[in-house]
């Protein structure tokens, strides 16, 4: 029996029409679509922003809703993504093609690479297809340039004292989820004595999207931070 082909497909920031062509191609054929969620409870983001082409879909599919849990411990992650490439893997063996769905791009900090690198080890056929990021997507919304002519752009997932030792040498800093470390992230930006302009987006191209200037305050987990330095020091 031939077996299934996995497809890593990133389906954007959050607003549908954002899905590239091919995207909706591939999610118009695929046999599985496998939708990870941080929750039990919580139902998973990108699975809702495919609805709209899942509720045109004239075949049947299936549904594979594996747990990666928001958790640090390295140990324990790595149980649930040999878990969800185990289920993926049974797929695949059934002749099935099985699409692995990621906010944003799925080469850019996505739990899709975790699994990737688990079945890309084995004999099965794989592709990945692009999408537009967060932070491009927050860009837009914000009707921002992130980079010009010779500047360098710097994508922060965690702030921590790297981003300290580095400010200096960037023009534009992306800060990914920054609700979870805002005082933070607040100290070392105010540390730099450049002018400087300060974005926050929550909730990209949803319908709730949020765009003010300055850091975020509340708690909101999809909240990125834009911070363009005007001149170097």
């Known amino acids: 029996m031939k077996k299934g082909k996995f497809i890593g497909i990133g389906v954007g920031p959050g607003d549908p ?4 062509v091919k995207a909706v191609k591939t999610l118009n054929e ?3 679509i496998c939708a990870p969620k941080s929750s039990k409870s919580k139902p998973s983001v990108a699975l809702s922003i ?4 899942l509720n045109d879909r004239k ?3 299936e549904t594979l809703e594996p747990l990666f849990p928001m958790i640090e411990n390295k140990k324990e992650l790595q149980k649930y993504w040999a878990d969800a ?3 993926i893997i049974e797929k695949l063996n059934e002749g099935l093609d099985v699409a692995f769905i990621t ?3 799925p080469s850019v900090y996505s739990t899709f690479s975790y699994v990737f690198k688990i079945i890309e080890g084995m004999d099965f056929e794989t592709m990945v297809i692009p999408g537009i990021t967060s932070f491009t997507g927050c860009a837009a919304s914000a009707k921002m340039q992130l980079a010009e002519k010779d500047e360098i752009m ?6 921590d004292e790297r981003l300290s030792q580095i400010m200096a040498c960037g023009d534009t800093f992306v800060i990914m989820k920054t609700s979870r470390h805002s005082d933070m992230l607040e100290d070392i930006i105010n540390q730099d004595k450049r002018d400087k302009e300060i974005i926050s987006v929550q909730n990209c191209s949803m319908n709730d999207e949020k765009i003010f200037d ?6 909101k987990y999809l909240s990125t931070t834009i911070v363009k330095f005007k001149n170097k020091k």
């Open 154 to 159: 710097v994508i922060v997932p965690k702030v």
């Open 103 to 105: 906010l944003g791009d």
């Open 59 to 61: 075949s049947e599919y």
């Open 50 to 53: 495919i609805d709209p082409v």
């Open 214 to 219: 300055g850091f975020v305050e509340d708690k």
């Open 30 to 32: 695929v046999d599985v």
């Open 17 to 20: 029409d954002l899905l590239t």
């Open 85 to 87: 490439a185990q289920v």
